[in-house]
């Protein structure tokens, strides 16, 4: 996301405004990689931890796992800006319609209210999302937004720039049935993977683990994450 | 009774408009309106253990309608339908509104609308009708029920005044009272929607009045598992079976009034 964002700026340090430098104009981007997995009785959800203005890291130990709803969380790569946006007016949709309805909202909800904002403004944001999460009907559900608006259903997903590096990983290594332990070691994997070759990832693993009992939240730092290679 | 109208010293009525309230608390206009529902013939609908049951006793008060035309229970969903009583005009606007309500919950959040939610949606509406004197409350009470894997039958009835109620059996129209006698005497709660809909059809006869109003033609609709979830007017043979065993119940009770006499 960074990447294709900066290709657009002047080569120099200094661009036509020489009073601030170039990074500080950047679109600040939460280039990212994260990844959500379904298994039985919950999702287990990860994301690195990099805000990026241009080549600056403006944050390298961002939570990018947002809270929508009790037993939701949606994941958010793209424009920083647009993702939080869009996001906060899901929150209050949800909550609304759950107190209405006085249940607790579905995740099919949440992930189309994400998908009525995607699609409607798609041209102006940069946004797509992962929305996963548990509810008494469908159990654990994965739901990806990408940009443009499309909404589908997965067993796994994953999203952000550094998504690119590890759809071999997820191909060959997913399981289904596979356990909360498996997955949360499974996404570690992965995320460590990706944070590897993209620059616009990196930082610390923050995993959630939604079940109906509630929220599990880990973090695997730095030097805790998984070594692949022994160079 | 005509409280409302107090003309003999040229004193206040109270009854000429939805927004004015009686001395002893009673908004008029409601209550007239609930009195059109009462002319109206009647509609019932039960909620067994896998689905629900909707009959209505249409009057046919001309030989030549075409069978069939003139339905008072329609669709408000696929797994959603509504059976009314009252001013048939107004519950076909009413009608409107509950499809249009389910379908942007539809389109706003990806699933069917619970029932629970529509009727308080309808009901809301029809409330504000008995709020301004520019308008008139609207003269009909309906039915609302359906089926689904997660809730189960459901059935609500708004009436109105705006309220929603839920229910196992109501019934509304003209022989609402001996229709609800009817179907207090049923185990509902442990009948399919096949056994179901035979009962909801001899009720229909037993409360119909042979004397006062003719022909009449039986609506017969259901929604449930026997339907997959689609709420859809009753088979015909399903239906010929039903108004057998109705028509054969009526004169077996008239054959042992015979006896006891």
């Known amino acids: 996301m960074a990447a294709c964002m900066s290709a657009n700026r002047s080569e120099n340090a200094f661009s036509a405004n020489d009073l601030v430098p170039e990074w500080a104009q950047e679109e600040v981007s939460t280039g990212t990689t994260i990844m959500a997995v379904e298994f039985d009785g919950g999702v287990v959800i990860g994301a690195d931890s990099r805000t990026t203005t241009g080549a600056y890291i403006a944050n390298r130990v961002t939570d990018k796992l947002t809270p929508i709803h009790d037993h939701i969380f949606c994941c958010r790569p793209g424009s920083a800006a647009d993702t939080q946006a869009v996001a906060d007016a899901v929150t209050y949709q949800l909550g609304f319609h759950s107190i209405e309805l006085d249940e607790p909202p579905l995740v099919q909800t949440a992930a189309n209210l994400f998908k009525q904002m995607c699609y409607r403004y798609r041209e102006e944001l940069m946004a797509g999302i992962i929305v996963a999460g548990w509810d008494k009907r469908k159990g654990g559900q994965v739901y990806t937004v990408p940009m443009g608006g499309m909404i589908v259903r997965q067993p796994v997903s994953v999203g952000g720039s550094g998504s690119s590096y590890i759809y071999g990983f997820m191909d060959s290594n997913y399981k289904p049935g596979m356990t909360k332990e498996e997955c949360l070691h499974f996404c570690t994997q992965a995320l460590t993977l990706a944070m590897e070759r993209d620059g616009s990832s990196g930082g610390v693993a923050r995993l959630a683990a939604i079940t109906e009992d509630g929220v599990e939240r880990r973090v695997v730092l730095g030097n805790q994450l998984p070594k692949f290679s022994n160079v | ?261």
């Not at chain 2, 009774?1 to 009525?13: A, C, P, S």
């Open chain 2, 1 to 261: 009774m005509r409280e409302g109208l107090k003309t003999q010293d040229g004193g206040i009525q109270y009854d000429l408009s939805a927004s004015t309230f009686s001395p002893d608390g009673r908004v008029f206009q409601v209550e007239y309106a609930m009195k059109a529902v009462e002319n109206s013939s009647t509609a019932i609908g039960i909620r067994c253990k896998d689905g629900v049951v909707f009959g209505v006793e249409k009057l046919v008060l001309s030989k030549l309608y075409e069978q069939g035309s003139n339905k008072r229970i329609f669709n408000v969903d696929r797994h959603v339908g509504m059976a009314v009583a009252g001013l048939l005009a107004d519950a076909r606007s009413l009608s409107e509104v509950a499809r249009e309500e389910a379908s942007n919950f539809r389109s706003n959040y990806g699933h069917n609308i619970p029932l629970k939610h529509l009727s308080e949606r309808v009901a809301m509406y029809v409330h504000a009708y008995t709020l301004y004197s520019a308008v008139r409350p609207f003269g009909c009470s309906f039915i609302l029920g359906s089926y689904d894997q997660d809730d189960g039958p459901q059935l609500y009835m708004v009436d109105p005044s705006g309220i929603s109620y839920g229910y196992w059996g109501c019934a509304i129209g003209k022989a609402k009272q001996a229709a609800k006698t009817e179907i207090e005497k049923l185990q509902m709660k442990d009948m399919t929607c096949r056994e179901l809909v035979k009962e909801v059809a001899k009720i229909i006869y037993i409360v119909h009045d042979e004397v006062k109003d003719k022909a009449f033609e039986l609506e017969l609709s259901w929604v449930g598992e026997v339907t997959n979830g689609k709420h859809e007017l009753v088979p015909k043979d399903v239906r010929e079976e039903a108004e057998k065993y109705a028509k054969d119940s009526l004169e077996e009770e008239d054959d042992s009034d015979e006896e006891n006499m």
